[in-house]
């Protein structure tokens, strides 16, 4: 491994600064955000639950998506907003250092947005899809219950599309990231 | 963007620093630390990404062709000319 170096260009410093930005402003609209506000984000993804497994959600106002036959409710607390800051401020301060103009980190910028918005559409699902028949099977395993299978079940799944996402978006542009 | 493609910081660090500081660091500043399931949380999300992220660096260091360096941007094969 050779030595962390530590010189930030302005051009990298003020795409970390954009990215970290709309982060904060983004928890912000977050934390306050109830059902209403949210479906911009969950309402793509439950229809791609639903197109994928066949589970039928009714919409229940102002609480969330109900699976009557499962028993599931899709609430605000799942829409995957922190993986979407994740992904985007990834993208942002990863590929930061191949943009050698003004006009490539806003590209970045715009283009990490819109390619995390998308990422957290499907890792979203996937991880939704996969927690229906978690909680169908009732499965728990050793000191792993239900609902520390469910988070282990939404760690995996968002890291791997992280992960897959991180290094596709390095690929395309061209930037090394190996160790 | 072919400008400036290499980078001396190990940037396969970023998308898990970025992870654990949204998921496990962020809710300690908001004070969530102090809920109960806070704890199971965290050691989930650091054990689960700690792990994958072990095994993606394993597999791409195992991968073909990892460690070759690439020409400079710019430069050509010598043609023996």
Redesign the interface.
Known sequence: ??????EVPAGDAAVAGAALGT?WAL?AFY?KAGFDSLGWILAPTVRLVSWTTGVAFELEPHHGYLSRDQLFLVSPACAGV?FL??AF??LC???A?????AG?RVA?VLGSAAAAYLATVLANAARIAVAIRLHEAGAALGPLTP??LH??EG??V???F??VL?SAA?RV??????? | ????????????????L??VA??VV?PVL?GAAAAEAYA??AV??LG??GA??ML??AA??MRPG??RR?PPSGSRAQSGK
């Open positions: 491994m050779r030595p962390l170096r530590f982060a928890k934390s922190n800051i994740v401020v990834s301060l990863g590929l250092p191949a943009c050698g103009r490539e970045l609902s520390r988070c282990a760690v995996t968002y890291f791997l992280l992960l991180f390095a542009t061209g930037v090394r990231h190996a160790v | 963007m072919p400008s400036r493609p290499c980078s001396t910081l190990p940037l396969v660090f970023v998308p898990w970025t992870y949204v998921t962020a908001n199971d949380h989930i999300t689960v990404s994958i992220f993606w660096l791409s260091r990892h460690g690439r």
